[in-house]
């Protein structure tokens, strides 16, 4: 199929199964008018990591890789009352453009934003309560690092998402020369051998290109 062809179908799935919401349609204005790379998830996946957190009861989400807060007005809506979206982001800009996302769409009080690297962040969380619901969009060259993780800070029955695994049909390739690829690979190497894991891929065709997620479980 061309591109055309897919973004017709993208659009046709937005258009009859997400519609349209003014909160999430001013967050992405905001996050583009405030110069952050239009790199959020798509509507359709946006939705599916709500239902994910809907079908999977969550309470508690871990999402490493806030940007402007698309998908994580997306989770935090699947929760209940006493949700909560921990969600850590690199950029002390983007968490500030993220913060005011949130609060605008209604679920400020259901999001903590963590700034800093994932690495430096996530062990101090361990000892708190497990999450349900674990979406890694980030750096990701560090794809096994937010895995080991996603995994400590998880309990039997977590669900873990990892995005972009396809990146235009690069991830086929060992020899891209690309630290992205490479970590890409190397996450889906480890969701494959490591017994903490049961794990599939899904390749998307969307606004976005060609690209996909893993949706794995902690066993
Ligand atoms: C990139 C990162 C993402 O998380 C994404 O969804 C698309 C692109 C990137 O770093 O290029
Ligand atoms: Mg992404």
Redesign the pocket.
């Known amino acids: 199929p061309t591109p055309a062809a897919w973004a017709a179908v993208d659009s046709y799935l937005a258009e009859t199964l997400v519609g349209h919401d003014s909160d999430l349609e001013r967050a992405l204005a905001e996050q583009n008018a405030a110069g952050l790379?239009p790199?959020?998830?798509a509507p359709l996946n946006g939705k599916f990591l709500h239902l994910l957190a809907r079908i999977s009861g969550a309470r508690r989400v871990l999402e490493i890789?806030t940007?402007g807060a698309y998908s994580t007005i997306w989770m935090a809506r699947g929760l209940p009352a006493d949700g909560r979206v921990v969600t850590i982001e690199a950029e002390g800009r983007n968490a500030a453009i993220a913060r005011a996302n949130l609060e605008r769409a209604g679920v400020g009080d259901k999001v903590e934003i963590l700034v800093g690297r994932g690495a430096d962040v996530l062990p101090t969380l361990e000892g708190g309560e497990p999450f349900d619901l674990v979406f890694i969009?980030?750096?990701?060259e560090s794809n096994t690092i937010y895995l080991d993780w996603a995994a400590r800070l998880g309990h039997p029955g977590t669900v873990v998402v990892v995005?972009?695994i396809g990146r235009g049909g690069q991830v086929a390739h060992a020899d891209t020369g690309s630290s992205?690829v490479d970590g890409t690979r190397a996450g889906l190497q480890m969701l494959g051998a490591d017994p903490r894991f049961d794990a599939t891929a899904l390749q998307t065709l969307d606004a976005?290109g060609w690209?996909g997620v893993a949706v794995a479980i902690v066993v």
């Open positions: 790379p790199i959020e998830v890789g940007l969009d980030a750096d990701k995005d972009n992205q976005k690209d």
